[in-house]
């Protein structure tokens, strides 16, 4: 959805942008290409791979900041940065193909590797100490919450059962004790995706980081400033959709109420609501299959 979100940045060359999410640099390399002299990009990225490879990239390139670290510090670092506000923020939320790819990082059920999954291998805790050590009622509620997982409570009491007689270490292990706890199968899905994703998510307190890091990216956004949020499952989505929508209608008031107005003026205008990825770009990224962009303006 490359197109959709430059079209949804509206980006000027002169502009200050930044790309909370680097990744491997897809979007912000287009969206430097489009910048002039003196425009700005700030990218962020958690994962020191990600930034290490940013920084190496935009060497010698004054336009460039690189931070390391997480979005939801995004307000404090872009100020820190000597940047005031700014024409454009984008987070394209989730794992980067090279972290899925890399079976060492944990991320993915379809290698082995050692059960880790933080973004950040430097800081929290890996998977597979939480996993030693969360009681099987808090792996079934996290099971549930993130992945949406219908057979949480018996893969629960099966990962508590496996780590009484040995630790959990390895994704492969994992994915196999999943793969004989599950009775039913989903179509088109592994039985373990619902929980390596609920991991993650737990592991990363992703939800967490975007509900801090959306009103803070508020604060530095200028008048006419586009925010670009692409999410890739709904309970991201719902976040988002929920921000946007209160945003625009000035407060999460009650509706219907009589007499409830907006707490504050609406600081968000609605460009667009939900855009999806469409079938040429699924066959050509099937991991965008799932994808939802949403972009408004700060009024
Ligand atoms: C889907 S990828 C982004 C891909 C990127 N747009 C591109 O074009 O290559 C998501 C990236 O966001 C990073 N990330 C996830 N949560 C983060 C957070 N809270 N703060 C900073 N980076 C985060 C991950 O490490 C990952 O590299």
């Known amino acids: 959805m490359l197109d959709a979100v430059l079209r949804g940045l509206a980006m000027q ?5 930044v790309d909370c999410t680097y990744g491997r640099g897809g979007h912000a390399s287009a969206i430097l290409e489009r910048l002039g002299d003196r425009g ?8 020191p791979e990600a930034i290490g490879a940013a920084r190496k990239r935009f060497d010698g390139d004054a336009r460039v900041g690189c931070v390391h670290g997480p979005f939801s510090r995004i307000a404090a670092e872009v100020r820190g940065l000597g940047l005031g506000s700014v024409h454009g923020i984008l987070f394209d939320l989730g794992v980067s193909s090279p972290q899925l790819d890399d079976g060492e990082r944990g991320f993915s059920f379809q290698h082995d590797g050692r059960l880790d999954m933080r973004f950040d291998p430097g800081s929290g805790i890996a998977a597979a100490d939480w996993l030693k050590r969360a009681p099987e009622r808090e792996i079934s509620d996290v099971l549930k919450r993130f992945g949406e997982e219908r057979h949480a409570r018996r893969i629960a009491r ?14 492969r292990q994992l994915s196999e004790l999943i793969v004989s706890a599950v009775p039913t199968r989903e179509r088109h899905k592994h039985p373990a995706t619902r929980t390596f994703q609920a ?11 975007l509900e801090s890091a959306l009103p803070e990216a508020m604060d530095i956004l200028a008048p006419g400033g586009r925010l670009a949020v692409i999410s890739f499952h709904s309970l991201e989505d719902r976040i988002v959709k929920r921000f946007m929508r209160n945003e625009a209608r000035g407060g999460d008031y009650p509706r219907g109420l009589p007499g409830a107005g907006p707490l504050h003026p609406p600081r968000l205008k609605i460009v667009s609501k939900a855009t999806r990825p469409d079938e040429d770009e699924i066959i050509s990224n099937p991991r ?12």
Not at 13 to 17: N, Q, R, S, V
Not at 158 to 171: F, G, K, M
Not at 199 to 209: C, D, F, K, Q, Y
Not at 291 to 298: S, T, Y
Request: aromatic fraction near 4%.
């Open 13 to 17: 060359p002169a502009g200050t942008y």
């Open 40 to 47: 700005r990009l700030v990218v962020f990225d958690r994962d």
């Open 158 to 171: 099966a990962i508590v059962r496996t780590r009484s007689e040995a630790p959990l270490t390895r994704t």
């Open 199 to 209: 991991i993650r998510i737990h592991i990363n307190a992703e939800l967490e980081e």
């Open 288 to 299: 965008a299959r799932s994808a939802v962009l949403r972009v408004a303006e700060r009024i």
